[in-house]
C-alpha cells in the first residue's frame, strides 16, 4: 500500500483545514487507518484511527473527524476549531488487523503534510 496524504497549510486558530490520505491498492477497505502528528523537537503523536468504529486522542477529540471514501481510497482528516498546539507535520498510516494507538504498529506510512496554527 502506498499513502499520499495532502492539504496541509497555513490557517489562523480558530480556523479548518482538511487533510487527505490517498491510498494504491485494491484492499483498502481492509485496513485499519491512522492519523499522527509530530511537531518541531516532539515525538510523533498519536491523533485517531478510522477502522469500522473511529478512535481519537483526547487533545483533538470533538474537534477532528475521521472519514473514509472506500470507494476512492482515501481517508479524511477534518480538523476544526484549529489551535497553535496543533502545528505540526501531519502523517497518515495503514495496517491490518486491530487498529491501535502505536506507531510502530502501522506497516504503512505516508509522506507527511505540514500544517501551521498561526495564534
Known amino acids: 500500500v502506498q499513502l499520499q496524504a495532502s492539504g496541509g497549510g497555513l490557517v489562523q486558530a480558530g480556523g479548518s483545514l482538511r487533510l487527505s490520505c490517498a491510498a494504491s491498492?485494491?484492499?483498502?477497505?481492509?485496513?485499519?487507518m491512522g492519523w499522527f502528528r509530530q511537531a518541531p523537537g516532539k515525538e510523533r503523536e498519536f491523533v485517531g484511527w478510522s477502522g469500522i468504529s473511529t478512535y481519537y486522542a483526547d487533545s483533538v477529540k470533538g474537534r477532528f473527524t475521521i472519514s473514509r471514501d472506500n470507494a476512492k481510497n482515501t481517508v479524511y482528516l477534518q480538523m476544526n476549531s484549529l489551535k497553535p498546539e496543533d502545528t505540526a507535520i501531519y502523517y497518515c498510516a495503514a495496517k491490518l488487523g486491530i487498529p491501535t494507538t502505536a506507531s510502530r504498529a502501522y506497516d504503512y506510512w505516508g509522506q507527511g503534510t505540514q500544517v501551521t496554527v498561526s495564534s
Open positions: 491498492g485494491r484492499t483498502f477497505s481492509s485496513y485499519k
